[in-house]
């Protein structure tokens, strides 16, 4: 009899369609500010796994580096420089600013894109004022639109920044910046935000971290990514993160950087 009902057990758990596995919570990388150094940029772009690479236009390595990134298979951004509430020094090449036409801010655009060549979407660079004016980010959006195929990352260095809702409206496929892993070049900030930001992907699902190509950030990648699957997380690339339905997140608690 017991024989029987063990049989029996075992033919309907054969039965029974496999479950799939839990999705693992998906991370992306984004590497700002390349253009400037080029071993800086070329040890960032070595970088473990599908990250994404924002360049500055107007930069003296932009071009270099975006070749470089787009030859090694990552995704290349234009990392768009917005006025902030305090001036850069020296001022930016290609920065958009409050004062500008609408000419003015077209023509500064297109030339910026042009300066990195195999772009594939926009991330915000500085822009704790503009992004905050609705006549400005209805600018940026057409001008994402008339591409046709760009998706758009909010770095979010402001809480009132309407860029990420604006992007939306426009049916841009969009996304928001969750964690800077180094507003400060420490090693222990960078171990404690790269740890918020798992954290974070842990609880919603997903996640989009922006670093820098600081030496600090760089070694501690270097050492951390190639764990990330063994600790149960996904890195995945910023496009293939954004061409998914993310649902709609409350605002976080910023770690200040332009």
Known sequence: MIRWQACLLAFILCSLPVLAESPRPRIAIIIDDLGYERA??????????????AVLPGTPRASYLAEVAHAAGKDVLLHLPLQAEKPAEPAEPGNLLLDMSREQFSSTF?????????????????????????????????????????????????????ALRMARENDIPS????????????????????????EIASQRGLAVGIGHPYPTTLKYLEAALPGLLADGYELVSIGELISETAPERPDIALASGE
Request: glycine share 6%; net charge negative.
């Open 40 to 53: 800086a940029g070329e040890r960032a772009i070595e970088l473990p796994g599908p990250l994404a690479y």
């Open 110 to 162: 297109a030339e910026n894109l042009e300066s990195v060549p195999h772009v594939v979407g926009i991330n915000t660079h500085r822009g704790s004022l503009l992004t905050r004016h609705p006549g400005h980010m209805t600018w940026l959006m057409d001008e994402i639109l008339d591409r046709g195929d760009l998706f758009f990352v909010d770095s979010y260095t402001t809480a009132q920044s309407i």
């Open 175 to 198: 996304v928001r910046r969750d964690v800077f892993l180094d507003p400060d070049p420490l090693p222990e900030t960078i171990v404690r935000e790269f740890a918020r930001l798992k």
